[in-house]
């Protein structure tokens, strides 16, 4: 029903591959219902750890992973793959769960992947997914975030992002001063807006009313 209907889907995929085959699978329903590739947008859940260095967001990012007690990590890493972490030891790795046991949404599903995919342990794994509210997340100075942004954009990974700031005001302070200029020098991100409404802003069509 999402390509019928819905103007914005919100995605949590982890990799750029992941994301443009989810793009391209939604973007491909479109026209059976009378829609083009523009009335669904869709939005990329992101995380953004960014410093004036490579360092520097690695060092905000390592000490938010240290303020995170193994009980909460635990407690909320269940919650997410719907399984109970406790019987799992915290230096050992992440199971594979199977799918139809990984929680109620692609959120534990790709948590599971990640950890999979890099190796992780119990730990390594809450402590990731914790700071960055279980979505993906994009960690570097200016250039690399802007890098990898633009990457997933023109490479059909998502119609655009929505940002998440793992503390404020300071993570948001950062980004838009930092990472805002870049996209801008790069035609990527808007000086202006063009509209007053979210919907304008988006490029979204307004829909038909009136009865038929």
Same mark, same amino acid.
């Given at each position: !029903?999402?390509?019928?209907?819905?103007?914005?889907?919100?995605?949590?995929?982890?990799?750029?591959?992941?994301?443009?085959?989810?793009?391209?699978?939604? +973007? $491909?329903? =479109?026209?059976?219902?009378?829609?083009?590739?523009?009335?669904? +947008?869709?939005?990329?859940?992101?995380?953004?750890?960014? $410093?004036?260095?490579?360092?520097?967001?690695?060092?905000?990012? $390592? @000490?938010?992973?240290?303020? *995170?007690?193994?009980?909460?990590?635990?407690?909320? =890493?269940?919650? !997410? *793959?719907?399984?109970?972490?406790?019987?799992?030891?915290?230096?050992?790795?992440?199971?594979?769960?199977?799918?139809?046991?990984?929680?109620?949404?692609?959120?534990?599903?790709?948590?599971?992947?990640?950890?999979?995919?890099q190796g992780l342990t119990v730990s390594e794994t809450?402590?990731?997914? =914790?700071?960055?509210?279980?979505?993906? !997340?994009f960690k570097g100075d200016a250039m690399q975030i802007?890098? *990898?942004?633009?990457?997933?954009?023109?490479?059909?990974?998502?119609?655009?992002? !929505?940002?998440?700031?793992?503390?404020?005001?300071? $993570?948001?302070?950062?980004?838009?001063?930092?990472? *805002?200029?870049?996209?801008?020098?790069?035609?990527?991100?808007?000086?202006?807006? @063009?509209?007053?409404?979210?919907?304008?802003? =988006?490029?979204?069509?307004?829909?038909?009313?009136?009865?038929?």
């Amino acid at each position: !029903m999402s390509t019928r209907h819905a103007d914005c889907i919100f995605a949590i995929e982890a990799t750029l591959p992941a994301a443009q085959k989810l793009y391209a699978d939604f +973007k $491909g329903r =479109l026209g059976k219902y009378g829609r083009g590739p523009d009335d669904l +947008k869709i939005l990329a859940g992101v995380t953004i750890f960014v $410093g004036e260095t490579q360092q520097q967001a690695d060092d905000l990012a $390592g @000490e938010l992973d240290d303020l *995170v007690p193994p009980a909460v990590g635990v407690d909320y =890493l269940s919650k !997410m *793959v719907g399984r109970n972490m406790k019987d799992y030891p915290l230096d050992g790795p992440m199971p594979e769960f199977s799918e139809e046991h990984v929680g109620q949404r692609s959120i534990g599903r790709a948590i599971v992947q990640v950890a999979k995919e890099q190796g992780l342990t119990v730990s390594e794994t809450y402590r990731r997914i =914790l700071p960055q509210m279980a979505g993906n !997340m994009f960690k570097g100075d200016a250039m690399q975030i802007a890098d *990898v942004m633009e990457a997933w954009y023109k490479g059909k990974g998502c119609d655009g992002f !929505m940002i998440a700031a793992p503390v404020v005001p300071t $993570g948001l302070e950062r980004f838009t001063r930092l990472v *805002v200029p870049e996209l801008q020098r790069r035609g990527l991100f808007r000086k202006e807006y @063009e509209g007053r409404t979210l919907r304008d802003n =988006l490029g979204l069509k307004r829909p038909a009313r009136g009865l038929k």
